[in-house]
């Protein structure tokens, strides 16, 4: 049962594709290659679910499963393997095409007449349910002939329209054409007439960065905010009725921080043309890729393709003692960081407004100011969070802070230590808590070696009274109170730490000084090659780095941690880079299957228990005793 279980739980990932895609119980030879599937899409969809290629897709599956040693338990459920089960499933005939894609598309519910708010609840839409609603929704499938392909199908009387044949394939009654190399099935006669007839195609107003994506990608989702942005800004619009038609001025019921966070994007999204996911299985890793594609002519896309970033951020400027976190990023415009943060700050002050805290008006003004500075400041980062020096607690953060000008950036962060107290106090009221908290920005208070240091101190009488607590956080973080430093290297470098007390500043210092972290090197050579080209960011995570930390504060914290019940985990880490190209962003997750291999164990070993004790060999008939 539990091998049962386990079985279920990992094809559950895959479970939509199995519920898709199928073949028939003997898998013919396709007579040719068919077109790729995402050549068939039309233009104006608003979005679609893909598979390239059905039998490389299950190929990779099986292969990926057997080498995270769940293939025990693959040939006990599946002998043949995921595809051929899925065919015995789903009866489908010789006329399939394992060779060919599938696709799930929407087509835009406003060319076939129909409005997608229906089924939005009131009072934004008209609460229609979604089981009476018959979405324009279209599948491609891979075959000659749709009685070739499911030649079990059944023949319901409803008829579904007057041009194509309805049938049912268990899910409801479909209309059914064929199209090229493609069978087409859908609930709605219009949407297969939307298709068959659609002048262009929707590949034909993808950017090259989406598409290239796509197409390397066995797996892989779109969604078109040239049809989604005005659904959304349609939606703005009803809030903003349903607003002024409120006489307390703020939006109705639950909708009011909803509406609150959704406006801080609401000036982009004129920007945005399209947003698709993809994901494929490589010899060594899951590869997930995302890419977000804006208008030539915004704000955003302009940024995007003005953008000459390096092949890869640099993590050389920041120590490696035993890091879980590390993540270094170059600016990709100074006035877009401006304008996102100015939008931000616009925001929290909207939502505090709904909640009755109000901020006032030369408040806002210090804090926009403030943060104005440091962003004009800054041209990239490298951050890293780990274990500390041995002896000063047991986590460091330090961030290596590129910068025009390293002195302007001190200043403004004096000033942004100067704003936080008033802005703590006007969202907290009287909260006794806060009420005597200091926030204090004290510069050159501190020396490590021939470097000055400036420290931001955040403290309060009730926490320095509290000798237990100044002790535990000498445990966590070094020190008995909460320091941040920022120390200058050369005029244009601004490290900052907090955790670790001085020793990790020293240690941080000394690695950005000489350019000799280590960090960058752990990144595999496989994860690089896969990064965006033209990168913005890189993300490096330790799981095996963050079981170690874990074990060692259950030991600071007095514990005497069971190793045996934590994984053992490879020390490959999980890569995260984004990148631009041309008005496009993309981003790509690289997660290791040695990893996910050790997880996948730990997991099963976890669920099964320990083995049963071993039984006493058969001692034989017992022997009487004597006289």
Do not use: H
Request: aromatic share 6%; hydrophobic share 45%; glycine share 10%.
């Amino acid at each position: 049962m539990k091998k049962l279980q386990m079985m279920v739980a990992v094809l559950s990932v895959g479970a939509f594709c199995a519920f898709s895609f199928a073949q028939s119980p003997a898998a013919p030879a396709p007579a040719k290659k068919p077109q790729p599937v995402i050549k068939q899409i039309p233009a104006g969809a608003m979005g679609f679910v893909v598979i390239n290629d059905i039998k490389a897709f299950t190929d990779s599956l099986d292969k990926f499963l057997k080498d995270i040693g769940l293939g025990e338990i693959v040939a006990q459920e599946m002998p043949e393997g995921s595809l051929k089960e899925i065919m015995n499933k789903l009866n489908t005939g010789e006329g399939f095409n394992p060779s060919g894609g599938f696709a799930l598309v929407m087509l835009d519910p406003t060319a076939v007449g129909m409005d997608l708010l229906d089924v939005l609840p009131e009072p934004i839409g008209k609460g229609v349910d979604f089981t009476e609603w018959s979405p324009p929704f279209v599948a491609f499938v891979p075959g000659e002939s749709f009685a070739k392909v499911f030649p079990k199908a059944e023949k319901p009387k409803e008829k579904r329209g007057e041009k194509y044949e309805t049938v049912d394939l268990g899910f409801g009654p479909l209309v059914c054409a064929q199209m090229g190399d493609y069978v087409l099935l859908s609930p709605q006669e219009k949407a297969i007439n939307a298709v068959i007839n659609a002048p262009k195609k929707l590949a034909d107003e993808m950017s090259k960065a989406e598409y290239e994506m796509i197409s390397r990608s066995q797996v892989a989702a779109n969604l078109n905010m040239r049809v989604g942005g005005p659904l959304l800004e349609r939606i703005f619009k009803k809030l903003d009725e349903q607003a002024k038609a409120n006489k307390d001025g703020g939006p109705i019921g639950e909708e009011a921080a909803m509406m609150a966070m959704l406006e801080m994007f609401r000036p982009y999204l004129a920007q945005f043309q399209s947003l698709s996911l993809g994901g494929r299985i490589d010899p060594t890793a899951i590869v997930v890729e995302v890419a977000a594609d804006f208008t030539a002519d915004g704000a955003i896309g302009k940024a995007m393709a003005s953008f000459k970033g390096p092949a890869r951020p640099a993590l050389d400027k920041l120590p490696n003692l035993g890091y879980i976190l590390a993540v270094g990023a170059v600016v990709v415009d100074q006035k877009l960081s401006v304008d996102m943060d100015v939008n931000a700050i616009n925001m929290m002050v909207k939502m505090m407004a709904l909640q009755g805290m109000a901020i006032p008006d030369d408040l806002k003004a210090r804090l926009v100011k403030a943060c104005t500075a440091i962003d004009e400041q800054i041209t990239g980062m490298q951050l890293v969070f780990g274990q500390a020096p041995k002896g000063a607690g047991l986590f460091g953060m330090a961030m290596a802070l590129d910068c025009k000008d390293a002195a302007k950036f001190q200043a403004a962060m004096a000033d942004i230590s100067a704003v936080l107290p008033d802005l703590i106090k006007a969202v907290a009221g009287n909260d006794p808590d806060v009420k005597d908290l200091k926030i204090t920005y004290t510069s050159g208070a501190e020396t490590v070696g021939s470097v000055k240091v400036d420290v931001l101190e955040i403290s309060s009488p009730k926490m320095a009274s509290k000798e237990r607590e100044k002790e535990e956080m000498v445990k966590i973080i070094g020190e008995d109170r909460i320091r941040f430093f920022l120390a200058p290297v050369g005029g244009n470098t601004v490290i900052a730490t907090f955790g670790g007390g001085k020793p990790f500043l020293e240690e941080a210092l000394k690695a950005a000084s000489a350019g000799g972290g280590t960090i960058g090197k752990e990144i595999p050579a496989d994860a690089a090659k896969a990064m965006p080209p033209n990168g913005a960011m890189i993300l490096a995570f330790s799981a095996a780095n963050l079981v170690d930390f874990i074990v060692k504060a259950k030991a600071a914290g007095g514990e005497t941690p069971d190793e045996s019940k934590m994984p053992k985990l490879d020390k490959t880490p999980l890569i995260i880079g984004a990148g631009c190209q041309g008005s496009a962003c993309q981003i790509t997750i690289f997660a290791p299957t040695s990893v996910i291999k050790d997880m996948v164990t730990f997991f099963i070993s976890w669920t099964q228990g320990p083995a049963p004790a071993a039984m006493p060999a058969n001692p034989g008939p017992p022997v009487p005793a004597p006289n």
